[in-house]
């Protein structure tokens, strides 16, 4: 979820593995970020070893000139790695898990 003051909560469910049940709430374990000049998104990694890749897509506010809010959360499988502390993307874009 997107939340910001004086902005629409934004939600986007995350994919689920087919046998993993439903009742169960899935942990957020690890993230990381990266941010250059044309490209910016997350990785999010669940305690089952999931990785996915966040993107936020952004509409023009109607009301304020050249202000972009969030107008949709995207997030898409990206891998599957052990479950790890801490991630960290380099700047040459490797991953690093540990």
Request: aromatic share 12%; charged share 25%; hydrophobic share 45%.
């Amino acid at each position: 979820a997107y939340k910001r003051e004086n902005h629409a909560e934004v939600r986007t469910p995350l994919p689920r593995r087919k046998n993993f049940p439903n009742e169960r709430g899935l942990l957020i374990i690890s993230t990381a970020a990266l941010k250059q000049k044309d490209m910016f998104f997350f990785l999010v990694l669940s305690e089952i070893g999931d990785l996915y890749k966040v993107t936020l897509e952004y509409a023009k506010d109607k009301t304020e000139t050249n202000v972009f809010t969030v107008a949709n959360v995207i997030v898409s499988v990206f891998d599957t790695i052990f479950p790890a502390n801490a991630l960290c993307i380099t700047k040459t874009g490797l991953l690093f898990a540990a």
